[in-house]
């Protein structure tokens, strides 16, 4: 059976967008394609992959299974391509990596890439989105790595993250008091998320803790300062969420996204290493390598 990288693309946008519509933007192709490419790809594996009915899509077991293949795939696809290509991937690549996904798979691939492509200088920022954003619009970044805001439809989307607010297990906040945050600088997404959500359910806060790091708002929160919030999926696992029995209002999703610098997007070595973002998992566990 032949899987088409194509094909394995537009199913990776569809697992990871719950949408046919939102793949086919993110993939810059019609509808009807993206639902040719889902068909070809079960054609082939033999397999129902993609459940779709007039309200909502889902994954099939087999296409849950497929995700994993799919990825692996496409990562030996572009170091194949990569190493036997008239020019390998040469020179340097500025990264800016949201401070939080230290906590996802993401430093692994990057071990990855550099072990793979030898000749590609990383230089690697890691900071806030808001302030990595502004870095890729003056040309101070080829690839930015993280959250975008919820008006802005630029990059690559990777995955759509429900936040939620976290706390103790022993959380408790008096109604009549301003409620108690734990927040990064300004810019800052998800303090913009968290305070726009509290004005719009009328109940005042007050900040109590700024960290320029998540290390430092999951130390603060975990010492009781006060309550943040965080990406689900990167919950630690000596917080909690915490929600309406809290008085707490819902904080909607944020956007896990790879944006590029028009200025440097057709650089080989910044095309190697968005090529091998898009086609690796964030949410796998890095592996011990010892001593590190």
């Not at 439809?153 to 009549?176: F, H, I, K, M, N």
């Amino acid at each position: 059976m032949l899987f088409e990288p194509s094909q394995l693309e537009t199913f990776l946008a569809v697992a990871q967008t719950r949408s046919f519509t939102q793949a086919a933007r993110t993939r810059g192709i019609g509808q009807p394609t993206v639902s040719q490419h889902v068909r070809k790809l079960e054609t082939a594996a033999g397999r129902q992959l993609v459940h779709r009915d007039t309200h909502s899509v889902s994954l099939t077991p087999d296409g849950e299974a497929m995700i994993g293949f799919a990825r692996s795939i496409l990562r030996a696809h572009e170091q194949a391509s990569a190493y036997f290509s008239s020019e390998r991937p040469t020179g340097r690549v500025r990264l800016g990596m949201s401070d939080d996904l230290a906590l996802t798979g993401l430093p692994q691939i990057l071990y990855d890439f550099g072990r793979d492509h030898p000749l590609v200088e990383l230089e690697l920022t890691v900071d806030q989105s808001g302030t990595l954003h502004r870095r890729l619009e003056n040309d101070r970044l080829d690839l930015f790595l993280g959250k975008r805001v919820d008006d802005d439809q630029r990059g690559t989307l990777l995955s759509r993250e429900r936040l939620v607010w976290v706390g103790t297990p022993g959380t408790s906040l008096d109604p009549a008091k301003p409620v108690p945050l734990v927040v990064y600088p300004n810019p800052s997404i998800s303090r913009t998320q968290m305070q726009k959500a509290l004005e719009r359910a009328a109940r005042p806060w007050r900040n109590v803790c700024i960290c320029r790091g998540v290390n430092g708002l999951i130390a603060a929160v975990s010492a009781g300062i006060g309550v943040s919030s965080i990406a689900k999926s990167l919950m630690p696992a000596n917080l909690v969420a915490l929600g309406p029995e809290h008085g707490l209002p819902e904080l909607g999703s944020v956007d896990l996204v790879l944006m590029s610098n028009p200025r440097s997007e057709a650089k080989s070595s910044v095309k190697a290493l968005a090529a091998t973002v898009l086609a690796s998992d964030l949410s796998r566990v890095p592996q011990s390598r010892g001593g590190r």
